[in-house]
């Protein structure tokens, strides 16, 4: 009985205390205040922005690459296909830049609202 008695009341205690450790563990970040999750956030999207314009220029090198090589394969003479394989290169590049500037475009929407909610 004295057994029973102990095992019941282990448990009881460790359920408690598994119980009350929860609330605790389920927030990562439970003990800093808001105000710096909106900087934690602001920093984020800062750098996303400065990711987005390093691939803006990538994709504007590659835009100038793949239209000297259409310039080229026009002047040389290439085939047909070769010059619709350069030109769909080029239109990629276009999709790419554009979305890209729409996703910095956002990203700035976002920090300036960020801040400006005070």
């Known amino acids: 009985?004295?057994?029973l008695k102990a095992i019941v009341f282990g448990g009881l205690v460790a359920s408690s205390l598994i119980i009350?450790?929860?609330p605790a563990l389920a927030g990562g970040d439970w003990h800093r205040p808001y105000r710096y999750?909106?900087?934690d956030d602001?920093?984020?999207?800062?750098?996303?922005?400065?990711?987005d314009r390093r691939d803006l220029d990538y994709y504007h090198r590659d835009l100038i690459r793949?239209?000297?090589h259409l310039d080229q394969d026009l002047r040389l003479g290439a085939n047909r296909h070769q010059i619709a394989r350069d030109r769909r290169a080029i239109q990629t590049d276009l999709d790419n830049i554009h979305?890209?500037?729409r996703d910095i475009w956002?990203?700035?929407?976002?920090l300036r609202?960020?801040?400006d909610r005070d």
């Open 1 to 3: 009985m004295d057994r």
């Open 20 to 22: 009350s450790a929860g």
């Open 37 to 39: 999750h909106r900087y």
């Open 42 to 51: 602001a920093r984020d999207l800062r750098s996303d922005i400065h990711n």
């Open 66 to 68: 793949n239209r000297r």
């Open 99 to 101: 979305g890209i500037r």
């Open 106 to 110: 956002q990203d700035r929407w976002e």
């Open 113 to 115: 609202d960020r801040f």
